[in-house]
């Protein structure tokens, strides 16, 4: 388990998914190409996200469909 791994995956998530964003295949494929190299980056290997949801895709679709401005983070 890495609360390395979630805990960036969930400051991404509020710094990178815009609340314009749209819950299609090619959107949502994007920012997850975007979201593992944003990680590698910062020396975060994929597993790392991967062993703490099911789906990184289901993940960001989530984000993109139930984000709400008004929830502190």
Do not use: C
């Not at 944003?38 to 993109?64: F, M, Q």
Request: net charge negative; charged share 25%; glycine share 4%.
């Amino acid at each position: 388990m890495s609360t390395h791994g979630i805990n960036f995956l969930h400051k991404w998530i509020s710094n990178n998914i815009p609340d314009t964003a749209k819950a299609d295949i090619v959107s949502v494929d994007e920012l997850t190409h975007k979201l593992i190299a944003d990680a590698k980056a910062v020396g975060i290997k994929r597993y790392e996200i991967d062993e703490e949801v099911d789906s990184l895709y289901r993940t960001i679709v989530d984000a993109i469909l139930h984000f709400d401005p008004g929830i502190p983070q």
